[in-house]
């Protein structure tokens, strides 16, 4: 079992108007096995929080740490991190020309298994998870995300969930803009991805209807850079009663 | 210049569309030089209603209507605001365009000849002149100051021949070169033209494809850091002849290639492609013509670049133009830019000229996209460190070029460039 521990996690950002401060205390644990649920209004720091663990260099972490079994992900490098198991699904994926998806996704299994997958393995593992989260098997030839729709690019990045087979997930609103069909598909590559290789899971949303899909153990509410109330999986099924004007509310 | 002020005037009224005095849609005000030739029956006003090159009025607007002449004098002195050489640096064209071009060719060396010959005649030879005809000044000044030509010759008949020609410049005196290629009927070869050293060189290569005759022409202009080069390589492809046109072109700190294809009989295939890497302060331009005059002809282009480095610099203009009786023609063309840091500039310019609706297909496309600090940290974020993410998307970007090579040595000598070309922005 593996174990990611984020501690009085403070980070900003550089903006015209100067340092601003997006972030600001977030300690969570992350056990393998667990799915953990960020929710909470736009602006509140969610992605933030995603963009920092994968190292994004946006972000400037100011205090607190993050830990992966006790080693410092801060000091690591982007690509050090995806190979030390973490994995961010994004909520942009950008294009990259010039690039075939088959050859990213055997480059990038390479580097993070630290050995090239055995070829006809592979090209079969490819084939069926495609086929799994229903892509046209001719994406494959197609330059990574270039013209893919913005569903097409969230599948993608589920595939590649399920092909890296990471210890930790970060899902950056992964379900926005599915509409219901696709929700389904890319939620059951979520599933999938869990069940079989004991995955931690960090799923950020603004909304609960992947919920219904991915069942949360533990729910966080982020409001303000801060999580301001936690709980189990009905707590979710309280915020689409009431949304999130309870926090809102709250006078700072 | 009131001249062509009227004549926009009267273009406008009759099109009724909106123009703007000396902008067309490219935004640049072209020379009135070819005046004379708006009236001509292929001339601008023939192809306007069609043309994506020329706004209205503008008397350079077709591609039929340029000039071309054996003398030199038939062309203006250059400004630099004419339509084909609005992009090129003339100041750093070492006089090539102006200059009497007295200095020592390069020397030129033929090897893996089995049947092929190479000759050395007069400029009066009657194959001097057989596949093509100058189509700017400069070309018209290395016609004019070529002291002899160099004739390779691929037999009739004969399959398998590849050979290579290499041209050493030594000197950075400006000097001007003439070789002919002649591809007799039915043979089936392929011919490297390689260019090191250094050079301030104005050449014409002619490429005579005879009657089914196959031919790759694989020329690459790999200079040193001083050189200077405009090279036009005038093709003409007769009868079920095949072209395949490859150039390469790293070195040199100026490069004007202007390859420029003529079909002369029907069933004629062309394919043009190209492949360029511009370092800081390297200008680098394409400009290419297909002319489609026959029937039943193809044509395919595809040129990609990457640009690295302050002011590195491309151009690329693709010409392609399907006369009226060039019925059944199919023709795409396609230009792909990489820019990889700040400050280079690449310009991409496809024209595609059509005055015959009895055609197989026609189209074009140009894509200039730059790698950034958001392609990295994806390709970073999954596991690849950052050399080997700048090499895939790079590597990747042209391959789809290299591969169409299919001579290992240049290849492998290819892959080799490429990645030199990336250490240089690793440090």
């Known amino acids: 079992m593996s174990t990611l521990e984020i501690k009085d996690l403070h980070v900003s950002i550089e903006t015209e108007q100067g340092n601003k401060e997006i972030l600001k205390g977030v300690s969570l644990t992350i056990k393998t096995g667990e799915t953990h649920a960020i929710m909470g209004p736009n602006g509140s720091g969610k992605s933030t929080l995603a963009s920092t663990i994968a190292g994004h260099p946006r972000y400037t972490v100011t205090s607190g740490s993050i830990t992966l079994d006790g080693a410092d992900v801060l000091e690591m490098s982007v690509d050090e991190r995806a190979r030390a198991g973490m994995f961010l699904a994004m909520q942009y994926p950008v294009e990259v020309?010039?690039?075939?998806?088959?050859?990213?996704?055997?480059?990038?299994?390479?580097?993070?298994?630290?050995?090239?997958?055995?070829?006809?393995?592979?090209?079969?593992?490819?084939?069926?998870?495609?086929?799994k989260l229903k892509i046209d098997a001719e994406f494959?030839?197609?330059n990574v995300?270039?013209?893919?729709?913005?569903?097409?690019?969230?599948?993608?990045?589920?595939?590649?969930?399920?092909?890296?087979?990471?210890?930790?997930?970060?899902?950056?609103?992964?379900?926005?803009?599915?509409?219901?069909?696709?929700?389904?598909?890319?939620?059951?590559?979520?599933?999938?991805?869990?069940?079989?290789?004991?995955?931690?899971?960090?799923?950020?949303?603004?909304?609960?209807?992947?919920?219904?899909?991915?069942?949360?153990?533990?729910?966080?509410?982020?409001?303000?850079?801060?999580?301001?109330?936690?709980?189990?999986?009905?707590?979710?099924d309280r915020l689409e009663d009431e949304g999130y004007d309870r926090f809102l509310n709250v006078p700072a | 210049m009131t001249d062509t002020a009227t004549h926009v005037t009267g273009e406008k009224a009759r099109l009724g569309a909106p123009s703007i005095s000396g902008f067309t849609e490219e935004?640049?005000?072209?020379?009135?030089?070819?005046?004379?030739?708006?009236?001509?029956?292929?001339?601008?006003?023939?192809?306007?209603?069609?043309?994506?090159?020329?706004?209205?009025?503008?008397?350079?607007?077709?591609?039929?209507?340029?000039?071309?002449?054996?003398?030199?004098?038939d062309f203006p002195a250059l400004t630099g605001r004419e339509e084909d050489f609005r992009f090129t640096p003339l100041k750093r064209m070492g006089g090539l365009h102006k200059n009497e071009l007295a200095g020592t060719a390069p020397e030129l060396a033929l090897s893996g000849a089995k049947a092929a010959t190479l000759e050395t005649v007069a400029m009066t030879d009657a194959r001097v002149g057989s596949a093509g005809i100058p189509e700017d000044r400069i070309s018209a000044n290395a016609w004019k100051h070529a002291a002899e030509a160099k004739v390779l010759t691929i037999p009739a008949n004969s399959s398998g021949e590849q050979v290579t020609l290499t041209y050493t410049g030594t000197s950075t005196e400006a000097a001007a070169s003439h070789l002919v290629v002649v591809a007799e009927a039915n043979s089936e070869s392929v011919v490297v033209i390689d260019h090191v050293g250094s050079v301030v060189l104005a050449q014409n290569i002619e490429i005579d494809v005879r009657e089914g005759a196959k031919l790759t022409v694989i020329s690459l202009q790999a200079w040193a850091d001083d050189a200077i080069h405009a090279s036009s390589h005038l093709a003409?492809?007769?009868?079920?002849?095949?072209?395949?046109?490859?150039?390469?072109?790293?070195?040199?700190?100026?490069?004007?290639?202007?390859?420029?294809?003529?079909?002369?009989?029907?069933?004629?295939?062309?394919?043009?492609?190209?492949?360029?890497?511009?370092?800081?302060?390297?200008?680098?331009?394409?400009?290419?013509?297909?002319?489609?005059?026959?029937?039943?002809?193809?044509?395919?282009?595809?040129?990609?670049?990457?640009?690295?480095?302050k002011d590195a610099h491309t151009v690329w203009v693709g010409d392609v133009l399907i006369r009226k009786e060039a019925k059944g023609t199919n023709s795409y063309e396609a230009n792909r830019n990489l820019v990889l840091t700040e400050g280079a500039r690449a310009d991409s310019v496809p024209n595609l000229e059509i005055e015959t609706g009895l055609i197989d297909g026609a189209g074009h496309a140009s894509t200039t996209g730059r790698f950034d600090d958001e392609h990295l940290f994806y390709l970073m974020s999954r596991g690849i460190d950052e050399k080997t993410a700048r090499r895939l998307v790079v590597r990747g970007f042209l391959n789809e070029i290299v591969q169409q090579i299919r001579v290992p040595e240049i290849e492998e000598r290819l892959a080799e460039t490429i990645e030199r070309e990336l250490a240089a922005t690793d440090s």
Request: glycine share 12%; net charge negative.
């Open chain 2, 27 to 73: 935004g640049e005000n072209l020379s009135p030089l070819n005046e004379a030739e708006a009236t001509a029956p292929l001339g601008g006003d023939a192809s306007k209603a069609h043309s994506h090159g020329g706004g209205a009025g503008i008397p350079d607007s077709s591609r039929a209507g340029r000039k071309t002449s054996y003398n030199v004098e």
């Open chain 1, 97 to 131: 020309p010039g690039v075939s998806m088959t050859n990213f996704l055997r480059t990038a299994k390479t580097a993070i298994d630290g050995e090239a997958p055995k070829l006809r393995t592979w090209t079969k593992d490819v084939k069926s998870a495609m086929e």
């Open chain 1, 140 to 142: 494959a030839s197609r």
């Open chain 1, 145 to 236: 995300n270039e013209g893919f729709s913005g569903g097409e690019k969230k599948r993608v990045e589920i595939l590649q969930l399920e092909l890296f087979k990471p210890k930790f997930a970060i899902l950056d609103e992964t379900d926005s803009g599915l509409d219901v069909d696709a929700l389904k598909v890319v939620s059951e590559g979520v599933n999938r991805a869990q069940e079989e290789n004991e995955m931690g899971t960090l799923l950020i949303t603004h909304y609960t209807r992947i919920l219904r899909y991915i069942k949360p153990d533990f729910v966080h509410v982020f409001v303000d850079g801060k999580i301001a109330e936690q709980g189990g999986a009905e707590l979710a």
């Open chain 2, 236 to 309: 003409k492809v007769r009868k079920d002849g095949h072209l395949k046109h490859i150039a390469v072109t790293y070195g040199g700190d100026l490069v004007r290639l202007t390859p420029s294809a003529h079909f002369d009989g029907e069933g004629g295939e062309v394919e043009l492609f190209g492949l360029y890497f511009a370092d800081a302060g390297q200008h680098l331009e394409h400009r290419l013509f297909v002319d489609h005059a026959t029937e039943n002809c193809k044509s395919n282009v595809l040129y990609k670049g990457a640009l690295q480095g």
